[in-house]
C-alpha cells in the first residue's frame, strides 16, 4: 500500500486490512536498503517492532492514539531517554538521553512510532548536513546533491519514503531549506508553539521544533499533538497547541505581502524567479490583493543571525568539557587540558569556529558593537515584520536563493555558506512560524520550495494558506 497520509493508514489498521509490524518492517527493510545515503544514524529497530505490536492491538481493542500509524524520525539532536543522541558530534560519543524531548514524548503518548535518529550538521550548524562528524547525507532525488541542512537527514528520511514524517529543528533555516531541496514540507513553528525541553541548544532564543512531511494534513496532526504549553521550558507559550481541522481555505480574499528587491536580488536562480511571479500572479487572478513592500534590512539579516546565534552557542556549548558527559581527550594531564582538549578534538572545525566567533561578540571590548547592536537590530527586523503583517495575512519568499548544490564543494570562505541562509533567518529573528512548500520543479530536474510567513501564533492560517497555495 502506498502511503498517501495518516488518515488513509488508519482507515486500513481501523479495518484490519493493514498490520503496523508490516508496515514498520517494510520501512526498516527500506532504510536498510537506502543505506548508502547516510540518512540514519541509528534505527530504533527493535523498539519500533515492539511499538508497531502494541499498536495493532490498540487498533483492535479501537484505544489506538491520534497518531497510531505514523512512524516518524528524529533529528539527532532530540533527546530519547535510553536512545544515543550525539547532534551529530563527536564530542557526545557514547552519550545516552537521560530523559525525552517532550515534543517526542507527545508524540509517543499517542501511538507514533518513533525509527531512528537523522544526520545532521554538528550542533545543527550548516545548510549542507557537510559539518556532520558522521558524513553528509545524499539528496535522495540526486546522490550528488546536498539534501540541505542542517535537518539534511530529517528532510531525506521523508523524501526517500523512510518514514512518514520527520522531526528536525530550524534556527536559520534547518527545515525549510532542506525541504526544499528535497522537494517536500517543512514547517518551522512560531517560537514557543513547541516546547525546546530536551531539545539539544544551538541558539535557544531561536530554536524551534517542527515536522517535515509530503502532505499537509500530517504537518497538522503532528502539530497538534506537539504543540501547547510546557512546565519545563519557560520559553513556550502558555497557549494551547492548535486545532487546524480540515485546513480548509481562509474563506476572505487574502493580501500578500512580498518584497521586489529579494527577486530582483542578482543570487536568485532566474527560474526560482520566474516562479514566484507567476504564483503571485496566480494568486492576484484568483482575486487575492498583493503588496509589494520596501524591505530595508534583507542585507542586515544574515549578519544580524550570525552575530546572535553564535554568541548563544558559545555559551550553550560551554557544557561539553570532557567531564560531565560525552568524549574526553586521551591525552589529557589535569583538568584545564581535559578542558582543552576534549574541546579541541571533540568539536569540527564550523562549530569551533562559531564558538571563537561567538565568544568574541560578547567580550568586552566589542559587546556594545556587536552583540548589543545586533539585538537592537534584531527589534527593528521584529517590529517591521510586525507591521507589514499587521497590514497583511501573509509574506511570500522564495525559501532558497537555489536549487540542491553539489556537494564537497571547496568552499574557503564560510561565509559564502552563511549567505544560502538570507531568505529563511528572517522568520527565526522575529520568532514568525514560516514554511516552505514544494511548488517548484527546475530544468536541472531539482524541486524547490516557497516560503510563506504569518503572524506569530498564526500557525493555523499559515497551513491553510499554504495548502491553499500548493493546490493553486
Ligand atoms: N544554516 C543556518 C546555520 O548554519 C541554520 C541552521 C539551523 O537552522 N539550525 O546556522
Redesign the pocket.
Known amino acids: 500500500m502506498k502511503y498517501t497520509c495518516l488518515a488513509d493508514l488508519q482507515a486500513e489498521l481501523k479495518a484490519g486490512s493493514v498490520k503496523m509490524i508490516d508496515v514498520v518492517n517494510a520501512h526498516i527493510e527500506r532504510i536498510e536498503q537506502h543505506a548508502d545515503l547516510n540518512i540514519f544514524l541509528e534505527v530504533f529497530a527493535g523498539d519500533a517492532r515492539e511499538r508497531a505490536t502494541v499498536v495493532d492491538q490498540k487498533f483492535q481493542h479501537g484505544s489506538a492514539g491520534k497518531l497510531a500509524g505514523m512512524i516518524i524520525s528524529i533529528k539527532d539532536n532530540m533527546c530519547y531517554k535510553g536512545h544515543g543522541v550525539s547532534a551529530s558530534s563527536k564530542i557526545l560519543e557514547g552519550f545516552e538521553s537521560l530523559y525525552t524531548a517532550t515534543a517526542v514524548q507527545r508524540l509517543i503518548d499517542e501511538d507514533a512510532i518513533i525509527i531512528g535518529r537523522t544526520n545532521c550538521d554538528e550542533f ?4 549542507s548536513n557537510e559539518n556532520s562528524a558522521f558524513g553528509s547525507v545524499k539528496n535522495p532525488l540526486n546522490h550528488k546533491l546536498s539534501p540541505g ?2 535537518s539534511g537527514g530529517a528532510a531525506a528520511s521523508v523524501a526517500a519514503d523512510l518514514c512518514h514524517v520527520a522531526l528536525g ?6 527545515i525549510r531549506q532542506p525541504a526544499s531541496f528535497t522537494g517536500i514540507i517543512g514547517h518551522k513553528p512560531t517560537y514557543g508553539r513547541v516546547s525546546r525541553y530536551g531539545l539539544i541548544a ?1 541558539a535557544s532564543s531561536f530554536d524551534q521544533i517542527g515536522p517535515f512531511a509530503k502532505d499537509m494534513s500530517d504537518i497538522a496532526r503532528v502539530m497538534e499533538v506537539m504543540g501547547g504549553a510546557d512546565p519545563m521550558d519557560s520559553t513556550c507559550s502558555l497557549k494551547a497547541a492548535d486545532e487546524h481541522g480540515d485546513l480548509s481555505a481562509p474563506e476572505d480574499k487574502l493580501k500578500i505581502a512580498y518584497f521586489p528587491d529579494v527577486l530582483d536580488r542578482d543570487g536568485l536562480d532566474p527560474e526560482i524567479k520566474t516562479h514566484i511571479q507567476g504564483k503571485l500572479e496566480e494568486l492576484k487572478a484568483a482575486g487575492h490583493e498583493l503588496n509589494p513592500i520596501e524591505f530595508p534590512y534583507i542585507d542586515s539579516l544574515v549578519p544580524i543571525y550570525y552575530i546572535l ?1 553564535t554568541a548563544e552557542a558559545s555559551s550553550n556549548l560551554a557544557r561539553y568539557d570532557g567531564v560531565h558527559m560525552g568524549y574526553r581527550s586521551e591525552n589529557a594531564t589535569d583538568l584545564e587540558s581535559t578542558y582543552k582538549k576534549s574541546r579541541t578534538e571533540g568539536f569540527g572545525e564550523e562549530v569551533k569556529r562559531r564558538i571563537m566567533l561567538g565568544t568574541f561578540v560578547l567580550s568586552s571590548g566589542y559587546y556594545d558593537a556587536y552583540y548589543g547592536k545586533a539585538q537592537k537590530a534584531r527589534n527593528l527586523i521584529r517590529q517591521k515584520t510586525d507591521e507589514i503583517l499587521a497590514e497583511n495575512d501573509a509574506i511570500l519568499l522564495p525559501t532558497s536563493p537555489h536549487t540542491a548544490f553539489p556537494l564537497d564543494q571547496e568552499l574557503t570562505d564560510p561565509t559564502v555558506m552563511y549567505l ?2 538570507i531568505f529563511t533567518v528572517q522568520a527565526n529573528i522575529a520568532g514568525n512560524p514560516a514554511i516552505s512548500i514544494p511548488t517548484g520543479k527546475h530544468s536541472n530536474g531539482m524541486p524547490f520550495g516557497i516560503q510563506l510567513m504569518t503572524n506569530r501564533f498564526e500557525d493555523d492560517k499559515l497551513l491553510r494558506i499554504a495548502k491553499m497555495v500548493s493546490e493553486s
Open positions: 545543527a550548524m550548516g545548510s541542512g542542517s529543528s530550524d534556527t536559520g533555516g534547518s544551538y546565534t544560502e541562509d
